[in-house]
């Protein structure tokens, strides 16, 4: 089992001998190298390949406009913040961010971080600690996961997406100080969304705190991409909605907005915050631009949303099971991890880069291909990756 690639010792050996088990089970990763930039076509070993992995929703990432908005800002301001907000003080650009991102998605205030990992790692921790209880939704994302952890609250799993059993698991747990309710807004691995106005309705009968991740749903789902609580109405109802600009914004970042009182302890007290530096001035200033596009035209989501819909009606028709999916996230499932990386290595051979995804991301005897639609998409691309489904489809016996 041991992999002659690495130089190991007796003190690293037992790294090298889980990396062989991943390999021996089809489940290593192993990372494409992209030779242009993230579009609607990518570059892989000398060879275009329609791209239907990346989260770039709107097709933002190489967009003209974000380019451009970069380039400038570099001339003004220079790239990096040079420290921690906190000590070398903030950059003007940084609060017109959060203030236009505030505007954009009617909350109280915003406040920016490094990632949407980090500001879930921001939020989770300063709301609730030691002698608090959380409950989580089981399919939550890894950083909620992390955060939850972090904060050393008692962690409560409820059934994905049921508010029954959310209901139950409250009643049943009495010892606590502070109480939180946390949900993915979209799963980022079915594409489903969460029944965000029931949970509210829960949150609201026991009087306990609500966040929702949208960083699936941030420039997808709403009024121009405006996110799930303006998807369902539910303004100044959740308390905290954690957002991601490395998806449909193109760029990079993470969003904490919500009341004030809340984004106001983040920056007394949430570590990523305190510890770690803002946003560089080039990705503030695409974010920047990526509001002003949404504000002023809704073309790109509702491009998203066609294309997501065709390739879906048009994949249920060939045969495929695409899950229980409700957004542009088409999980194409095929049961193990083994066929479904063929199925994705033949799809690559057609011209198609579209993942397999496996256990742990899901779990065992569920794997599939997991096809993110794009604005960056013509009708024409999304032709070619059906015929180029419908083949590896036959071949393999799937359809
Ligand atoms: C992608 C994702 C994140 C992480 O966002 P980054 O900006 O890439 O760090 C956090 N939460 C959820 C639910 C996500 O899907």
């Given at each position: 089992m041991t992999s002659s690639k690495y130089s190991t010792d007796s003190k690293t050996q037992y790294l090298a001998d889980q990396i062989a088990a991943l390999q021996e089970q089809g489940l290593y990763n192993r990372i494409r190298t992209i030779d242009s930039p993230m579009d609607g076509h990518v570059v892989i070993n000398d060879k275009q390949v329609l791209n239907f992995c990346a989260n770039n929703y709107l097709g933002l990432a190489n967009h003209p406009r974000l380019k451009d908005a970069a380039k400038k800002a570099i001339d003004q301001y220079g790239i990096g913040p040079g420290a921690v907000r906190t000590i070398a003080g903030t950059m003007s650009l940084h609060d017109t961010l959060e203030q236009r991102l505030a505007e954009f998605k009617k909350a109280e205030a915003v406040v920016t971080l490094q990632s949407g990992f980090t500001a879930n790692l921001a939020t989770i921790p300063v709301l609730v600690g030691k002698g608090d209880v959380i409950f989580s939704?089981?399919?939550?994302h890894a950083s909620i996961i992390d955060g939850c952890r972090l904060s050393r609250a008692k962690i409560v799993a409820y059934d994905h997406n049921s508010p029954s059993d959310l209901r139950a698991k409250i009643e049943a747990?009495?010892?606590?100080?502070n109480r939180l309710i946390i949900t993915d807004?979209?799963?980022?691995?079915?594409?489903d969304i969460a029944p965000l106005p029931e949970l509210y309705e829960v949150a609201n009968e026991h009087d306990i705190m609500l966040m929702v991740d949208d960083a699936h749903g941030e420039g997808v789902l709403g009024n121009s991409g405006r996110g799930i609580v303006d998807h369902f109405g539910l303004h100044g109802k959740v308390d905290v909605e954690i957002g991601t600009m490395?998806?449909?914004?193109g760029v990079m970042g993470g969003i904490v907005a919500g009341k004030q009182v809340i984004i106001d302890w983040i920056k007394q007290r949430g570590r990523p915050f305190l510890f770690s530096s803002a946003m560089t001035v080039p990705d503030v200033a695409a974010c920047l631009e990526a509001v002003d596009m949404l504000e002023n035209s809704d073309d790109l989501v509702k491009k998203l949303w066609s294309n997501a819909e065709l390739f879906k009606t048009e994949m249920q028709k060939l045969g495929f099971d695409t899950g229980h999916t409700e957004t542009p996230i088409v999980p194409v499932m095929l049961g193990e991890a083994p066929l479904a990386q063929a199925f994705s290595k033949q799809l690559f051979e057609e011209g198609v880069f579209a993942m397999a995804i496996g256990f742990p991301t899901v779990p065992q005897g569920t794997a599939r291909i997991r096809v993110m639609n794009s604005a960056a998409h013509s009708q024409s691309d999304l032709e070619e990756a059906l015929a180029a489904f419908e083949k590896v489809g036959k071949a393999l016996g799937v359809i």
């Open positions: 939704d089981r399919l939550n747990t009495t010892e606590y100080n807004g979209v799963f980022s691995m079915d594409g490395s998806k449909a914004f």
